[in-house]
């Protein structure tokens, strides 16, 4: 593996989840962890959520979100266990459980431990599993991509990825349209890990991976866009609407996603009244994403 780890990782496991209870959970370790990964248990059939966090941190917002998480679902409040990433291996397992995965018709997402078949017509890009959320595997990143090949043949020519997380979608449109992305993160580990893919793929001299939150930045704040990814949470998204209608060029195109259920309805409010209008809307599962226009 090509990454550097802090060692002030540790991971949480929620075991014997019955999957209705999976998305309300995984939205309450979201609030203050790094990266969240699925496992089926065979033979019971429910789900293990194994998540990364820097230890310690959060546990005042975390408890009370997994105890929500509980209510809200109908069910019994399962374990925490905690344990150091480095003792129980979760890295090296999540690498493994990760297979090849193709999304819509031209994205092939395929991990460094696959051997390189030649595969006519797609966009492959080299991606392992790791502390960066966007492995391709969840229904929001899935969306997010179903939602760009839709609209790619448009050739938006500025574009925006933040939440780039892994970079999964930065380096899926600098790949296919040839350009330049700015991708941001919050995470610091996010925007090394996003230079590390974006290098891994050839794409070192299209991405600039950079430190941001939101729109708080110069280099974020400073530009116009024809294309700007958002794959964060619904709260996050509807307060920045404004930002992002005023930041989008005349028929400029957002991308987002994160949403689940009933968010959908407040996140496309919030930015009707930005002055968006709703292009498509992609359900991968429980999760929503939703390509929007500037009139
Ligand atoms: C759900 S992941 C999406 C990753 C990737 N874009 C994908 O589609 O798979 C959300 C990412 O957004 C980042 N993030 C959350 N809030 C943010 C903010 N206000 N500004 C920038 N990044 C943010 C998180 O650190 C995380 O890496």
């Known amino acids: 593996m090509n990454r550097r780890h802090p060692h002030i990782l540790e991971t949480l496991t929620l075991d014997g989840l019955p999957e209705h209870a999976v998305p309300a959970f995984e939205q309450a370790l979201q609030t203050v962890c790094l990266t969240v990964a699925y496992f089926k248990d ?5 789900w293990r959520l194994e998540a990364v966090r820097e230890t310690g941190v959060g546990d005042e917002e975390l408890l009370p979100a997994l105890f929500l998480a509980g209510a809200m679902s109908g069910i019994e409040q399962p374990e925490l266990l905690r344990a150091p990433v480095e003792a ?17 018709g031209r994205f092939v997402i395929r991990p460094t431990h696959v051997e ?26 899935r969306g997010c991509l179903i939602g760009f090949e839709g609209m790619a043949h ?18 899926a449109a ?18 090394r890990i996003t230079a590390d893919n974006a290098a891994m793929n050839g794409l070192r001299n299209q991405i600039r991976a950079k430190l941001a939150d ?4 110069p280099a974020v704040h400073g530009g116009r866009y024809d294309l ?9 998204l509807c307060s920045m609407a404004k930002d992002l209608a005023d930041h989008l060029a005349p028929r400029g195109t957002a991308i987002l996603a994160g949403l ?3 968010q959908v309805r407040m996140v496309l409010a919030a930015h009707r009244r930005a002055g968006l209008v709703l292009e498509r809307r992609i359900d991968q599962g429980d999760w929503s994403a939703l390509v929007l226009r500037k009139r």
């Open 174 to 191: 600098a790949k296919q349209l040839k350009r330049r992305v700015l991708a941001t993160d919050i995470e610091p580990w996010s925007v």
């Open 228 to 236: 700007v990814f958002a794959n964060i949470l619904a709260r996050p």
């Open 214 to 217: 939101g729109w708080r930045h």
């Open 154 to 171: 448009r050739r938006p020519r500025r574009i925006l990825d933040i939440g780039t997380g892994s970079g999964i979608l930065a380096m």
């Open 260 to 262: 689940l259920g009933r």
């Open 116 to 141: 390189n078949p030649v595969t006519r017509g797609k966009i492959v890009l080299k991606l392992d599993a790791g502390l960066a959320f966007g492995s391709g595997e969840h229904g929001s990143t």
């Open 88 to 104: 129980d291996g979760w890295l090296a397992r999540t690498v493994e459980a990760f297979p090849e995965q193709e999304i819509g």
């Open 42 to 46: 065979d033979p019971t059939d429910t």
